[in-house]
């Protein structure tokens, strides 16, 4: 089993609709947790942290499940602009906190 | 631009060539973290730096890979013997806070292929 795991999708939604995307991680030591999107042929660019107590910007909301090894990203009311791939990454204590991305989602969202 | 800068952009080598890759980071970042990247995955990381000391080696970079940080500040990747399986996007990012919660903020990446 991959460390960290991701639907590659595509997600085909039309604009205005609600996505959801997992991301699972194998283990219970992880720590620390981000979405990033990437846009085609670009580098990631931070979208947002996970905290324990989730949290929101915007259209867009991160949860954390400790307890079923997941963490989450609803995009509301999405929008053509949404289009990307959305990674997860998953930092890991093991002296040092290794990050380790997902193949990431991606979401394309259509008129 | 005060990003995260690589250089360069694209190269192209033949198998068994040496290449070198440079990042220069953003300059209040004390780390830096070298990934590679291929299509329709995730970035893999390679290594990562707290200011010269490199502290963390994937086991997945061979010994054809050594990066370098000498004053702390850019960063070299070198890939000795080029194999066709080493074509990819190579990923630098930069950070600063604590390590586990840091913000990466990536630079545009080097593509490399090798022919």
């Known amino acids: 089993r991959k460390e960290v795991e991701q639907d590659p999708g595509p997600f085909n939604v039309p604009e205005g609709a609600t996505v959801a995307f997992n991301c699972t991680y194998s283990?219970?030591?992880?720590?620390?947790f981000f979405w990033y999107r990437q846009d085609c042929r670009k580098e990631p660019k931070l979208l947002m942290s996970?905290?324990?107590s989730g949290n929101e910007d915007g259209r867009f909301t991160a949860q954390l499940n400790r307890a079923s090894q997941y963490i989450s990203l609803l995009i509301r009311d999405s929008k053509l602009s949404d289009s990307a791939t959305y990674l997860c990454?998953?930092?890991?204590?093991?002296?040092?906190?290794?990050?380790?991305f997902g193949r990431g989602t991606s979401l394309i969202v259509h008129p | 631009d005060t990003g995260v800068s690589q250089d360069p952009r694209h190269k192209i080598t033949k198998r068994g060539q040496n290449v070198t890759f440079r990042c220069d980071p953003i300059?209040?970042?004390?780390?830096l973290y070298w990934y590679r990247q291929t299509l329709g995955q995730g970035p893999e990381f390679l290594t990562y730096?707290?200011?010269?000391?490199?502290?963390?080696k994937s086991r997945l970079l061979s010994d054809r890979f050594s990066a370098e940080r000498p004053k702390g500040s850019f960063s070299t990747l070198e890939i000795q013997r080029t194999e066709q399986g080493d074509s990819a996007m190579y990923l630098c990012?930069?950070?600063?806070?604590?390590?586990?919660?840091?913000?990466?903020?990536f630079g545009p990446g080097t593509r490399l292929t090798v022919t």
């Open positions: 283990n219970s030591a992880s720590q620390s």
């Open positions: 990012a930069s950070s600063r806070g604590n390590i586990g919660t840091d913000e990466q903020y």
């Open positions: 730096f707290q200011n010269e000391a490199q502290l963390e």
């Open positions: 990454v998953v930092y890991t204590s093991g002296g040092s906190y290794i990050p380790t």
């Open positions: 300059s209040e970042h004390n780390r």
């Open positions: 996970v905290y324990s």
